[in-house]
Structure formats: C-alpha cells, structure tokens
C-alpha cells in the first residue's frame, strides 16, 4: 500500500502548450507572474482591486484573524456602479452588455446604458416598496434579463440578495426566505423549459402560503398565463418601473457589506447560506475572468452556459463579465430544445468566442454525436471553459476537437459557492495544458494537497485539496450560522487552513488533479480509491459517453466498485461490452479498479446543477432504500436504473 491519502491511478501524457497565435496576444503571457503574485499576495490582489471605482480608499488591505477574513477594510465602493455606470462614464454606455436569446426563440439586446436605467428605475421601485440596505431580497427568477436586473438593482441599493434556481421547488423556497429573514420576493409569473411552462407563480404562492415572511412579491411577466393573485401583496414589475426615474445613485457600500447570500446545500443537513461581500468578491470575480478567459472587452463575445442560480452565473455570468464591460450572451433554456444544436445555433448567431460551460453538458453533447456541432460554423471560438466537476480527459479531448476545432485552449477551472471565483486554472496564454486536470493555483492562491495528518503530499501523491492563504472573495460566514462555518471549512486541519472536502493529486509535475468529494472516495482492499479515475477510465473507452461508479460494501474487498454507463448515441449495452469496459478499466489504470459490477443505463441521476448522484447509486448498488429523489433533474431514470439494477 502507498503513503497517499488517495491512490494515484490514471496518467494521462497529453500536453497542449498555449497556440503561438493566442499566446501572443493574451492578456497575460508572462509565467514571472506566478512567483511576483506569490511573493506579494497582498499586493498582487491590491493591484487589481485598483482596477475598479472606489469611492473611499481603503486603509488596510487584509486583516487575517483565522478563520475570518476582511478585505480592502475601509474601503467603499459601489458593485452596480463598477458593472454598469462606470462603463457609461468611460463613454461606452452603447455597447451591448447582453445578447439576450429566449427559449422560444425570443431574443432581446441590451446595452450597458439601458441595463443601467432598467436597474435604476428597479432600485427606485424597491425602495418605493420599503426596500432599504442591508434588507435581503429573495429572487426567484429564470434566466430572463430581469434576473441581473434585480441583482443589480439590490447591489445598488444595498440589500444583500438571495437568489434561489427557478429549479427548486416551493419547500426550498421556504427553507431559504426563512433562514435569510427575507421579507420580500422577487419572481415570474412561468419559466420556459423545454418548450413547457414551468408555473413560477404558482411555486411563490404555495411557498408564501408555508411561510408568512414575504410582505411584498414582485412578479414579471414572462410566459403571461393568468397568475393567482393577492392585491397589496403582489406587484407587476412592468407597473412598478414604469414611471420611474432612471437616477438612481448608487450607495456606498462598505468593502465587507454583504453583496449576496446563495444557499448550498450540503451532503447533510439544510443548506448552507454562503456569505460574499463587496470589494474582495469583485475583485476577484473580475481579475480571473479577464485573466483566465483572457476577455477583450472590445472584441470578445462571451457566453457562460450555466444558469445565474448557482455561483457559476453569479460571478461569470454577472459580475465577473459585468465589471469587465464584456459583451455577453446569455440563454433562458435548455440545451436540447428544440433541437439538439440549440447551443452551436447560438454560438454562430451571436458569433461567440468564448464558451464557459460544464462537463455534465460536454457528455451530454458527446452522448448526442459530432453531427450537431458539425452543422454550425463555430470558427469564432478561441477559448472554451469548464466547471463544476472534474472533466474527463475524453471528455476534454472531445471539448478540445469538436468544439474548439483542435485550436481553441481548453481551461478546467476548479473553484466552489464558497470560494466566490476561480482558484485552479490555466491561464490559456502560458500554461501547457493537460487533459483532465485543473493545472495550477491562480496567481496569490495557495492550494496544497495534503495528506491525512496535514503534510503536503509529493508529486505523485494523493490526498485532500486545502487552500492556505486567505483570498478575497473568500466566504465570510454561513448566514447566521458561523459556528457550522468554522466547524465546515476550518476544523479538518485547524483554522488556518480551509478544507475544500475535495479529493486531489499532484502529477509528477506537480500539477493538480481533482478527483472528486472526499465522501465519494471509495476504500478496495485498503486502497483509497477515487471515483473520478475510474470514472475517467471508462469515458477513455470510445463507446462510452458518461460513467458513474461508487463503493459498495463486500465481504472480501471492504468495498467493491459498482460501475454505472451511459453509451454514446444509440448504441445498446450487453455482457461482452460489459466484460470488455472491466477490461479495459483494469488495463487503463489497474486491476484494482477493475469494477466488479457493470450497469449500462440511458441516463446518471443528476443534481439540478448537473452534478453526478453517487450517493444514490450507492444506494442503488447496496440494495437499499432509496430516500427522497424529488430534488433531482432527471428524478424518472432512478427507478430505471433500480429495476435494471434488480434484474441483474
Ligand atoms: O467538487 C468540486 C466540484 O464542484 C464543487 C463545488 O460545487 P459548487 O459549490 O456547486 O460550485 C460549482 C461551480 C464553481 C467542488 O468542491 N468542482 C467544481 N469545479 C471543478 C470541480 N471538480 C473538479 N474540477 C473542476 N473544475
């Protein structure tokens, strides 16, 4: 048995260094800038806290009392006046902020200066309704323009918001306005979604009916059929702003006031609200989103794919791009609607260079076949992203060739809700990169590896991901519950160092691997095995699209590994190809990994995030009860996979 934590299983010798071309013109090209940022990471993260408009110099630039943070302390500046009135005053107000295309087909631009007033009036109309600083707003809203509207409009007036996915369902609505003492709600009338109405309203008014917290309820129209309705209660947004003042100056906002609370739920227990704050959430939004997706302001057209209900589009979908004056797409639905090209359709409408999107859709288009891209011109891209969990090297090598045309650099970004921006990543202009792995800290962050009593791990060693230097768009607290944030993030190792509950591994160059949460690892004949590598060696197999594999127990090995497969395009699972994948895992990366266990299923339970179930899966491969599964995206495919599961 090794000394690492985790095993160290799959190698992956593929290299891709930063295209001449791209290199010469990125934003940031010079490798001195690691070691300049790791010398001074005060002053790296000061130098680009200048970037934006402050209104009030700060007097000191971190104060550290382990495990809380303050950045920029004193300093005062405005989020909604940096993303929008700035750029106004810098005489760009006419270049279009978002490409806004609706599901059905809707479209609808705006530009920096009429996002700008539609925010103004909003925040006009939000203190017409009592809304003043510090009041948090619960949004509940899909991904049409008044969603940053709203966010922006609170940003501007000082009260912290609290969007909740247009997804979840009424009861998370309750937990979430009840734990945020929220007494006001933002909402839509319906939210398209594959060509069907999902009833938003409807959703509100049953959560407001659970909780008597929310005073006042804002609805936008979007899908217009009739709403229920509760007069004194319920206001239209078209009527509140009509009328209203397009000045509305922004508040001067502390550095450490609350910007936002986005609840996350956790593997146990209720959600957990994050906590982010004004001039160290911005800064660091903004610096990485112009440094790892290497933005032009003047010419780049970027699109973020996530949905603004998860950390991904709070801070690069909005304020990262935002306070950048990028020019943005941004997509109200679904990926496959109406017909499995619907991305690559938008990226040659709009002629996107920059596409920032997740593994779980890069399988889905995998799954769905080449012919799909192939049908768009997609020349425009020059840079593609992914986030949320660890990207297969296949799946990377399949992102690589068929959507960036083998020239587009590939960035694995890897950060949480909890570290408000990117915190491993190449920079596309320096870094070689590798398929499968996140690569390196961003400048002025220290990620170590560790093992299980806290030593960092050599090259080749596995163990857990921790960060141990504080960065500024650090959470600050769980709202109302800092007790649970320290005992979360800072008892594992002491609380100096911030356990991130991920598994990872340095490669022989010292370059990070993520390898999936600590509670998935699984333990073979005492080996701490990660899901991720086998996961990794499966999806290598040309056949194979998608794979979720988990520990179950055995008499024998302590743990055996159950492995679940999806297939790409039509093709039909039987026992050879079943023998054939154990193979070819046990080839890839050794015997130990060999899946005991093989499922060939149409679909992986999915979080509404996209994230892969194993927990279910293991419940599944245990033979257990299978708890709630409400909360899923694709809630259907469980009971699928248990009967299949059953029959074997
Ligand atoms: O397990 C890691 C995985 O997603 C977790 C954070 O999830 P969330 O707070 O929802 O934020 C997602 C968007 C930032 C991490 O603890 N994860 C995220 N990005 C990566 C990743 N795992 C591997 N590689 C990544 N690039």
């Known amino acids: 048995m090794s000394d690492s934590a985790i095993e160290n299983l799959y190698s992956e010798a593929r290299v891709f260094p930063p295209p001449e071309e791209f290199a010469r013109q990125a934003n940031v090209s010079d490798p001195a800038v690691y070691e300049e940022a790791d010398e001074d990471w005060q002053g790296w993260w000061e130098q680009h806290a200048r970037a934006l408009r402050w209104m009030r110099d700060w007097d000191a630039t971190v104060e550290w009392s382990p495990p809380h943070v303050k950045w920029f302390v004193g300093g005062q500046l405005n989020v909604s006046d940096n993303c929008l009135d700035r750029h106004i005053d810098e005489g760009h107000g006419d270049q279009v902020a978002f490409h806004w295309e609706g599901e059905p087909g809707d479209a609808r631009d ?29 949004i509940y809203l899909p991904m049409i323009p008044e969603l940053p509207v709203a966010m922006l409009a609170c940003a501007r007036i000082g009260a912290p918001h609290s969007v909740i996915f247009a997804g979840f369902s009424s009861q998370s609505v309750v937990d979430r306005v009840e734990d945020a003492d929220s007494h006001v709600l933002i909402t839509a009338d319906g939210a398209y979604r594959k060509g069907n109405v999902v009833a938003l309203k ?109 950390v991904t589009g709070h801070s690069y979908i909005v304020y990262g791009p935002l306070a950048n004056r990028a020019t943005s797409v941004m997509y109200e639905g679904a990926p496959d609607h109406p017909g499995k090209d619907r991305f690559w359709e938008i990226v040659e409408k709009y002629g996107v260079s920059i596409l920032y999107t ?84 961003f400048p002025g962050v220290k990620a170590v590896v560790v093992d299980e009593e806290g030593k960092a791990v050599p090259p080749g060693g596995g163990g857990y991901l921790t960060l141990q230097r504080p960065w500024p768009g650090m959470l600050r607290t769980l709202w109302g519950d800092d007790e649970r944030y320290q005992q979360t993030y800072w008892s594992r190792f002491g609380p100096e160092i911030y ?14 691997w993520l390898l999936g949460r600590v509670d998935d690892v699984m333990n073979v004949s005492g080996h701490r095995i990660s899901t991720t590598e086998v996961e990794s060696a499966l999806v290598d197999h040309p056949l194979v699209a998608e794979a979720a594999v988990t520990g179950r127990s055995d008499p024998m090995t302590g743990q055996a590994i159950a492995a679940f497969v999806t297939l790409r395009g039509d093709r039909k699972g039987d026992d050879a190809l079943a023998a054939e994948l154990r193979e070819h895992v046990s080839e890839r990366i050794g015997k130990i990994a060999r899946p005991a266990n093989l499922l060939f299923t149409d679909d992986l339970p999915k979080t509404r995030s996209g994230k892969i179930m194993r927990r279910l899966l293991k419940d599944i491969a245990e033979g257990r009860e299978l708890g709630d599964v409400t909360t899923l995206a694709n809630a259907d495919i469980v009971s699928q996979i248990e009967a299949s599961s059953k029959e074997e």
């Open 110 to 138: 705006l530009t920096y200066r009429e996002l700008r007033d539609e925010v103004a009036r909003f925040a006009n109309a939000l203190k017409g309704l009592g809304v003043g600083k510090g009041d948090p707003v619960t």
């Open 202 to 310: 409807d959703n509100a008014d049953k959560a407001m009916n659970m909780t008597d917290l929310i005073e006042t309820c804002v609805v936008v129209g979007r899908t217009g059929e009739d709403v229920a309705w509760t007069e004194g209660r319920d206001h239209w947004y078209h009527e509140l702003i009509e009328g209203q003042s397009p000045d509305c100056p922004p508040e001067p906002m502390d550095a450490e006031d609350v910007l936002y609370i986005l609840y996350t739920s956790g593997t146990t227990g209720k959600p957990k609200g994050i906590v982010h704050t004004t001039g160290g959430y911005l800064t660091q939004v903004a610096v990485t989103h112009r440094l790892v997706f290497d933005l032009k302001a003047e010419s780049d057209v970027y699109w973020c794919a996530a949905d603004i209900g998860w």
């Open 358 to 441: 997740a593994p779980t859709a890069i399988r889905a288009f995998m799954k769905w076949g080449s012919e799909h891209p192939e049908a768009h011109d997609l020349s425009t891209l020059r840079l593609l992203g992914s986030v949320g969990e660890p990207i297969n090297p296949e799946a990377w090598m399949w992102y690589h060739e068929h959507i960036g045309g083998g020239r587009a650099p590939v960035v694995d970004t890897w950060w949480q809700t909890e570290t408000g921006g990117i915190m491993i990543t190449p920079l596309p202009g320096i870094t070689a990169t590798k398929p499968g792995s996140a690569m390196t800290p």
């Open 499 to 512: 356990f991130a509950g991920d598994g990872a591994k340095l490669d022989e160059d010292g370059h990070i």
